[in-house]
């Protein structure tokens, strides 16, 4: 049960990352099945594992090989969505910011995230990450392991993130 919570938490991030990292054209209803009522109204839908393409994490928004698989899009009058974002070792974000805030739940390896002008922190599989809305962060690998996360966020006014300057390497600290 704290796992599914903690994912649901997390998803928004995939959304911002696939937001950036869609193929233009693709459907975000792709491999979604509705199920209705008896009613006719949507009760539930279900989107199969797989069912949408990976994306990879563009250059500008990232440093590294990051692969982003997107689990769920924002249906009005809903605006959270969500991600797993996998990095390769010493692979992350550039600085950027959520309107919203934004959630990590870590799945697999060993990461790393900062907020601006706080200390780089380890981050290792079943913590959750709670970035305030508006505050300057990055998140990725540690230099020598991969890091798989779920990221939620939500949209306000159809934005949920705004990415600024890559981290350098003396911010990430490959030496640690």
């Known amino acids: 049960m704290k796992l599914l919570a903690a994912t649901l938490l997390s998803l928004p991030l995939l959304g911002m990352a696939m937001a950036q990292a869609s193929p233009k054209g693709a459907s975000a209803d792709a491999g979604v099945s509705p199920a209705t009522s ?20 563009p250059a500008e928004n990232f440093t590294g090989t990051v692969r982003v698989d997107p689990l769920f899009t924002a249906n009005a009058p809903a605006r959270t969505s969500g991600a797993s974002v996998t990095f390769e070792p010493g ?16 799945t697999s390896g060993a990461g790393r995230v900062q907020l601006w002008g706080g200390a780089v922190e380890e981050i290792r599989p079943g913590d959750v990450v709670r970035i305030p809305p508006g505050q300057k962060h990055w998140h990725g690998a540690s230099p020598t392991t991969a890091m798989t996360h779920l990221a939620i966020q939500e949209a306000l006014d159809g934005k949920v993130v705004e990415w600024m300057e890559k981290v350098t390497d003396a911010q990430y600290g490959t030496q640690r």
């Open 38 to 57: 008896g009613g006719g109204a949507p009760a539930l839908s279900i989107t199969r594992s797989g069912s949408q393409p990976s994306a990879k994490g």
């Open 91 to 106: 692979a992350r974000t550039a600085w950027h910011t959520h309107p919203l805030g934004q959630t990590l739940i870590v």
